[in-house]
């Protein structure tokens, strides 16, 4: 079953976060992972919202996200995200 990862962040560091999205696509996409949303100051449509963007990503299933987000590629790009950001990171199942 695919497994949806959806970030809400307020950036507090752009220089860092930059840090991070450099090396965030060739990472993400060598553990099979997608990126469908990418946006700062998305339309709030319906009560209110602290963060300043929103990323949206899929994979295959849980035990691909789990993979993705335990690589040591990964933990390594991360502590940029995580210094330079607020937010958080959600793993929601989809559908079947």
């Known amino acids: 079953m695919t497994v949806y990862a959806v970030a809400q962040i307020s ?3 752009r220089q860092r ?3 991070y999205v450099a090396g965030f696509m060739d990472v993400l996409v060598k553990y099979g992972g997608r990126l469908l949303a990418a ?5 709030v ?3 209110e919202w602290p963060h300043e963007k929103i990323i949206l990503l899929s994979f295959e299933d ?9 690589s ?5 790009i991360s502590k940029d995200r ?5 937010g958080v990171v959600l793993a929601v199942d989809g559908i079947a």
């Open 17 to 19: 976060y930059d840090k």
């Open 11 to 13: 950036i507090h560091d």
């Open 39 to 43: 946006q700062e100051n998305p339309e």
């Open 82 to 86: 995580v210094a330079a950001t607020d």
């Open 62 to 70: 849980r035990r691909a996200f789990e993979v993705w987000a335990g």
């Open 72 to 76: 040591p590629e990964y933990q390594e």
């Open 45 to 47: 449509v319906e009560g």
